[in-house]
T-cell receptor, first 113, second 108 residues
Framework: DGGITQSPKYLFRKEGQNVTLSCEQN?????MYWYRQDPGQGLRLIYY???????QKGDIAEGYSVSREKKESFPLTVTSAQKNPTAFYLC????????????FGPGTRLTVL | AQRVTQPEKLLSVFKGAPVELKCNYS??????LFWYVQYSRQRLQLLLR?????SIKGFTADLNKGETSFHLKKPFAQEEDSAMYYC??????????WGAGTKLIIKP
């Protein structure tokens, strides 16, 4: 099913390398989000964007960066400064920030070797 | 501190039995609460929200402000209900605060 796509599904990275996770949506949504999911924990917000060319830090933004140059795209870069990057990353979007329904992508599992 | 607690990591019930997935929250304002569900090999998706007071797939959830709870209930479980369920609270900045999730297994 379309809507929100994330690539790749699995990603392996060596320590010290930056890596970028892709998130694209064709739902014409203004708001987009990046979450991190670790075993036994709920989703935690990394960054969110309410509109093109604007984004805000979430609860755990350290070691991550994002850009929002196009409405459809919200890539997440996991930098070498992120101390524990191995996790499952979920991208989501919603019509607006105040809209209650978020639509999720399939996720990317990042493993740092 | 704002927090959502789902006390059960795993809940296993027989088909046809009632199901109750617990969710408790800590929030100083007027909460907006949601249940999201993830079926096997599917994406996380919204199941229901307290504000609409709807029943989806036979599930209901009532906000109890006195007990700060938003438990998800279904009177007769079906095998297709097996999934991971997450309770979430939306704060005043419109951000979702998530519980750790409960894995529901429906035994035949």
């Amino acid at each position: 099913d379309g809507g929100i796509t994330q690539s790749p599904k699995y990603l392996f990275r060596k320590e010290g390398q930056n890596v970028t996770l892709s998130c694209e949506q064709n739902l014409n949504h203004d708001a987009m989000y990046w979450y991190r999911q670790d075993p036994g924990q709920g989703l935690r917000l990394i960054y969110y964007s309410q509109i093109v060319n604007d984004f805000q830090k979430g609860d755990i933004a350290e070691g991550y960066s994002v850009s929002r140059e196009k409405k459809e795209s919200f890539p997440l870069t996991v930098t070498s400064a992120q101390k524990n990057p191995t996790a499952f990353y979920l991208c989501a979007s919603s019509k607006g920030l105040a809209t209650d329904t978020q639509y999720f992508g399939p996720g990317t599992r990042l493993t740092v070797l | 501190a704002q927090r959502v607690t789902q006390p059960e990591k795993l809940l296993s019930v027989f088909k046809g039995a009632p199901v109750e997935l617990k969710c408790n929250y800590s929030y100083s304002g007027s909460p907006e609460l949601f249940w999201y569900v993830q079926y096997s090999r599917q994406r996380l998706q919204l199941l229901l929200r307290h504000i609409s007071r709807e029943s989806i797939k036979g599930f209901t959830a009532d906000l109890n402000k006195g007990e700060t709870s938003f438990h998800l209930k279904k009177p007769f479980a079906q095998e297709e209900d097996s999934a991971m369920y997450y309770c979430a609270l939306r704060d005043s900045n419109y951000q979702l605060i998530w519980g750790a999730g409960t894995k529901l297994i429906i035994k035949p």
